[in-house]
């Protein structure tokens, strides 16, 4: 099981907006919170890092895509959905030298 | 344009040993760290490696600790993991990814099947 847990699956309309939790199990998970970043997955293509360091896009990340934390908790907004976003998105952290996962949500646009 | 262009899987009979190259171009490589990721079919992601970017600091999983070994050869671009005792959980997608805290740059991936 991973020290980062996520829903397996959320799904919005297009034009809405959805939040994607990420939730630390352990002490030093939380805490290493400040390093959680985000991944878009299409299946067959490479990884995307979307948002990294908690709230921090690279250049060419759609604004549309934001991230936060609170608590135990790391989050992931998508605003105003479009089909392309259909995906999955993996939560990670850098603890004790790892990159750690979280199990992946999978996003459908309705 | 950052391209990571993984090789050398396929099929492999269990205990068997198999060698990942990484060819990376279109940013400085011998100046990022790198790491190996593995999706197993079904499964989501699983980081299984690290090497620092002058080869000092490397890092396993407890998955892979003892059995896979990451390497680079900066001169060549290339990275590399060298993996033996192969398991058949071992099957899945490997991809090289650049970066330490986070991922920034990641490759397409190639399959790995650990099977008699």
């Known amino acids: 099981q991973s020290a980062l847990t996520q829903p397996a699956s959320v799904s919005g309309s297009a034009g809405q907006s959805i939040t994607m939790s990420c939730t630390g199990t352990?002490?030093?998970?939380?805490?290493?919170?400040?390093?959680v970043s985000w991944y878009q997955h299409h299946p067959g293509k490479a990884p995307k890092v979307m948002v990294h360091?908690?709230?921090n896009r690279p250049s060419g990340i759609s604004s549309r895509f934001s991230g936060s934390k609170s608590g135990t908790t790391a989050s992931l907004t998508i605003s105003g959905l479009q089909a392309e976003d259909e995906a999955d998105y993996y939560c990670s952290s850098y603890i004790n030298n790892n990159l750690v996962f979280g199990g992946g949500t999978r996003l459908t646009v309705l | 344009e950052v391209q990571l262009v993984e090789s050398g899987g396929g099929l492999v009979q269990p205990g068997g040993s198999l060698r990942l190259s990484c060819a990376a171009s279109?940013?400085?490589?011998?100046?990022?760290?790198m790491n190996w990721i593995r999706q197993a079919p079904g499964k989501g992601l699983e980081w299984l490696s690290y090497?620092?970017?002058?080869?000092?600091?490397?890092h396993y999983a407890d998955s892979v600790k003892g059995r896979f070994t990451i390497s680079r050869d900066n001169a060549k671009n290339s990275l590399y993991l060298q993996m033996s005792s192969l398991r058949a959980e071992d099957t899945a997608v490997y991809t090289c990814a650049s970066g330490r805290q986070f991922a920034d740059y990641w490759g397409r991936g190639t399959l790995v099947t650990v099977s008699s």
């Open positions: 090497i620092s970017s002058d080869s000092i600091n490397i």
């Open positions: 360091e908690v709230n």
């Open positions: 352990s002490s030093d998970v939380v805490s290493s919170f400040k390093y």
């Open positions: 279109g940013f400085t490589f011998s100046s990022h760290s």
